[in-house]
């Protein structure tokens, strides 16, 4: 499958266990490894918090996911309208948050961020490559 497959949700909260739920059974459907599927529904809450806790935009906007298997590769990404490209922070030890693009980064064979081609927000993307086992 080279084509994407795109869901848009409220820039809320409470879109973050749906988002992670359709991922989930996408990647049933795709018959992904349950590792890969384990680690990109991790990947994508954190990028969905993110997006939904800090982009600073006005009410109604969405939060757009955007899913590619290529292969033995899978690429998720977050599309939102907030300008502000993320930046990894450095929690120290008893902070409750600022962790997530660690993460990302240390679970993730790729990722990173780029300014949307309409000129509104911005995409936070990932890459997992895997192995589909013979069955």
């Not at 409220?10 to 018959?31: T, Y």
Request: charged share 30%; proline share 7%.
């Amino acid at each position: 499958m080279d084509h994407p497959i795109e869901w848009r949700y409220p820039r809320a909260p409470r879109s973050v266990p749906h988002a992670r739920a359709r991922l989930a059974a996408q990647a049933r459907e795709w018959k992904l490894p349950d590792d890969t599927t384990d680690t990109a529904v991790l990947l994508l809450s954190e990028l969905m918090a993110n997006a939904c806790r800090h982009a600073r935009v006005p009410a109604g906007r969405e939060v757009w996911v955007r899913c590619l298997l290529s292969g033995e590769r899978l690429r998720v990404e977050v599309l939102d309208a907030g300008r502000e490209l993320p930046v990894p922070r450095e929690a120290r030890p008893l902070d409750e948050s600022g962790r997530g693009l660690a993460i990302v980064a240390a679970l993730a064979g790729a990722w990173g961020a780029y300014p949307r081609e309409c000129g509104i927000g911005k995409a936070v993307w990932f890459e997992l490559g895997f192995e589909f086992s013979a069955r």
